[in-house]
């Protein structure tokens, strides 16, 4: 049931956050894996996966990735995900959604990165067609930082290189990078960015979600980046948040991730607002759907409840999101129309 009357878009959705319990009980019992808790059903899993009052820190948050991660070791699993992920996002209203995974993650088990990528994209395609094509999706593959650059280097090519190669088909629609921020700078990462800008194929970055404005930074000036995942420290860089308007970059902003993981103290707290009033271009994104137990209405209700946001902004950051797609030009002005009557 819907609570918002206008479509809804997304840019910021990690799939393997994003897989509902009754699918990894069911997945996991397929494959005789063992569940924590010795779960026997669906909802004893429940705890385990979705965020609870025993997340007291950014990794007991994280550890909740573990079990998906676990069950997403072949094409069938992450096939089914990505099918299911789609169907959902469409009951709930979206039109436009990036749906974003790290095919290095599911190697474990003799899956390649590039079977991951196809599996990932076969799904989404089911859900395109069982939606009739209601839903754009936008498929983005992670680079991924696991402590210093050099430790998975040479999986961080691989994905880079996939994502241009299946750029040019495509099958996927942008590169990013995702994992553990602090460990070391962005600039560590400048090569994994040369081969994407060099191969034509968009980009995105998670950057200043627990760290400072400078590597913020260093996604818009050194990798060229027009997207930011989170970005929301932003706003202790006043001359940044001038620069970035300037090159037209917008924030995937997630809420209440950022509550959860504890890099904002409270929505009440969140930049969010002022970065919005400021004129930088921001929008709303759950991050992780399952884990978070949120959706992008919930988001929503957040954003008014606690930051006084009206409908009418709401339906703004909307249209913030479109004009960033990954999608054509064309597409963009077919899903920029079904906003107008809420403006
Ligand atoms: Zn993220």
Redesign the pocket.
Known sequence: MQRYPFPKTEL?C?LD?AILPQTLFELATERGLPLPGNAKNPEELTPFVVYGPDCVSVNTYLERFELPTQILQDKEALERCAYELVVRLHDLGHIYTDI?FAPQLHTRRGMTQREAIEAVRAGIDRGLEETSHEIVIGLIV?CMCVGTADLNHEANLETARLAVEYHDKSVVQAM?L?GAEGFCHLTDFADLFEIANKGGCPITC?AG?SQEPVEIRTAIEVFGSKRI??GHHIINDPQLIEEAKERGVTL?I?PT?NVQCLTQPSYEAHPIKRLFDMGLHVTV?T??PVIAGVTVEDEYDHLKESLGFTDKELVRMNLYAIDVAFCSEEEKARLREKFVPYL
Do not use: P, T, V
Request: charge should be negative.
């Open positions: 910021h990690h956050g974003r992670c990013d995702a998670h979600d995942g989170h995937e997630c991730s994104n991050d992780n």
